[in-house]
Each structure stands twice: as C-alpha cells, then as structure tokens.
C-alpha cells in the first residue's frame, strides 16, 4: 500500500466503521483472552475494542510498513493497551506451532496472496483449543447483480485497491481448510459501494481429525 492510502485508510472507512464494522468488531472480539494474535491488523481499527483483562496477551502482525506506522502510532496514543508488533504476514507467521488462543482477521483474506497458505498457517499457530475469528467482505449470492458485477470489476478493483478481491468465497476457503465454522453472520456492509457489501463474520475452531 503506498503511503497516501495508508494515510486516508482511516478516512475512506471512518462512515463505514461507524455504520457497522465498529460494533461488529466489539461483539466478535468480547470474549477474546490468552494469547491473541490480529492478522492484517492495518492501521489499528480494532484496537480498542480488545478488552481489558491481564490476561490477554495481543500480538499484532502487519506486512505493510505504511499500515504498520500507522498502527505503531495509534497504539502509542492509546496508552493503555499493550501489544507486540509483528511484520509478517498470513502466509508466513513468526509464531511457533499451537501458540495463539486466538487468531482475528477483518477485511484481510480478500486481500492475501494465498488464501489456503493463510488459513493453513493460521491452523498452524492456533492451539487445538483455539478459536478463528473472521470479519470479511465476501462474494455475492452466485447468479445475483451483485456477483455479476463483482466478477466484472475484480480486474481493476485489484489493481486499485492492492490486490483486494471482490470475489472471493471465504467462507468455502476456511471450511476447506479444516476448520469448522462455530457462528456466521451474513450481513452487507452500510455506508460502502454495493459489490464490497457482501459479509461474513463468525468464529471457527479448528475441525477434529
Ligand atoms: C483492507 S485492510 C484491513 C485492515 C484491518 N484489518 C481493518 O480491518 O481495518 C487489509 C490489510 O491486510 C493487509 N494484508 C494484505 N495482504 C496480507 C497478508 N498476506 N498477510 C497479512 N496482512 C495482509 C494489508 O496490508 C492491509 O493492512
């Protein structure tokens, strides 16, 4: 991301964070504790939505190093919330095996490289008990407007919008992966062009073999 999107980032998604993605982020991250590990964490959207308890531990990864300043700062000013800033990314996470009790994503597996290699390492890092908690911008009903027009602006939109794709079917992804979708919601995105509305957001726990 270039330097100038890093900095409107905020800006661009402040209606929408306010019209949605604000409460979203707060119910699917109440429950969180141990160690917790935000992937693709931006400029620190959902920072001070984690609760307050000692025991939470936050880790905090961003590939970008304008998203990551970005995020340095915010956690700066917030001087009562404490977390590790990593620089990796989905497909490669500095993390040993089984370690987080939590993994969070928002608005990220549109953009990854690799969707499997992600979730697979996100398998890798979450302990067997641990929980995948997802919030993503999604691919419409197949057949629907929306899908149509998805499919034919994906093109350019990636090339625009940093390899973020509106076509992606994640939901399909994480269950191929091995998890076992716990909780999903489907719901559009307020306050956003329609063929980036289309939603899901749930928790997953890792399938038993
Ligand atoms: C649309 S922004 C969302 C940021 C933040 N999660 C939020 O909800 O506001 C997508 C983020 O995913 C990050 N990203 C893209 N590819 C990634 C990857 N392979 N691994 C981790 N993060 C990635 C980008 O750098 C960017 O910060």
Same mark, same amino acid.
């Given at each position: 991301?270039? *330097?100038?999107? +890093?900095?409107?980032?905020?800006?661009?998604?402040?209606?929408?964070?306010?019209?949605? =993605?604000?409460?979203?982020?707060?119910?699917? =991250?109440?429950?969180?504790?141990?160690?917790?590990?935000?992937?693709? +964490?931006?400029?620190?959207?959902?920072?001070?939505?984690?609760?307050?308890?000692?025991?939470?531990?936050?880790?905090?990864?961003?590939?970008?190093?304008?998203?990551?300043?970005? =995020?340095?700062?915010?956690?700066?000013?917030?001087?009562?919330?404490?977390?590790?800033?990593?620089?990796?990314?989905?497909?490669?996470?500095?993390?040993?095996?089984? *370690? *987080?009790?939590?993994?969070?994503?928002? =608005?990220?597996?549109?953009?990854?490289?690799?969707?499997? +290699?992600?979730?697979?390492?996100?398998?890798?890092?979450?302990?067997?008990?641990?929980?995948?908690?997802? /919030?993503?911008?999604?691919?419409?009903?197949?057949?629907?407007?929306?899908?149509?027009?998805?499919?034919? /602006?994906?093109?350019?939109?990636?090339?625009?919008?940093?390899?973020?794709? /509106?076509?992606?079917?994640?939901?399909?992804?994480?269950?191929? +992966?091995? *998890?076992?979708?716990?909780?999903?919601?489907?719901?559009?995105?307020?306050?956003?062009?329609?063929?980036?509305?289309?939603?899901?957001?749930?928790?997953?726990?890792?399938?038993?073999?």
């Amino acid at each position: 991301m270039s *330097f100038f999107s +890093a900095l409107f980032y905020d800006k661009v998604m402040q209606y929408t964070e306010e019209a949605c =993605l604000i409460e979203w982020r707060r119910v699917l =991250l109440e429950n969180v504790d141990g160690n917790v590990l935000e992937i693709g +964490a931006g400029t620190g959207a959902s920072l001070g939505l984690y609760p307050s308890k000692p025991s939470l531990t936050l880790y905090l990864a961003e590939p970008d190093q304008h998203m990551r300043m970005q =995020l340095q700062q915010k956690l700066q000013s917030q001087s009562e919330m404490k977390a590790t800033v990593l620089s990796c990314s989905t497909e490669s996470i500095e993390a040993d095996d089984d *370690f *987080f009790d939590y993994v969070f994503v928002s =608005l990220v597996c549109c953009s990854v490289k690799d969707v499997a +290699a992600s979730l697979q390492e996100i398998k890798r890092v979450l302990k067997p008990t641990g929980r995948f908690i997802f /919030l993503e911008h999604v691919a419409a009903e197949p057949g629907s407007q929306c899908y149509h027009w998805q499919q034919r /602006l994906n093109f350019i939109w990636r090339r625009v919008a940093d390899n973020c794709h /509106l076509n992606r079917a994640t939901e399909q992804s994480i269950i191929d +992966a091995g *998890f076992v979708i716990e909780e999903i919601q489907y719901e559009k995105m307020r306050k956003m062009i329609a063929v980036v509305q289309p939603t899901i957001r749930g928790i997953a726990r890792i399938a038993l073999e």
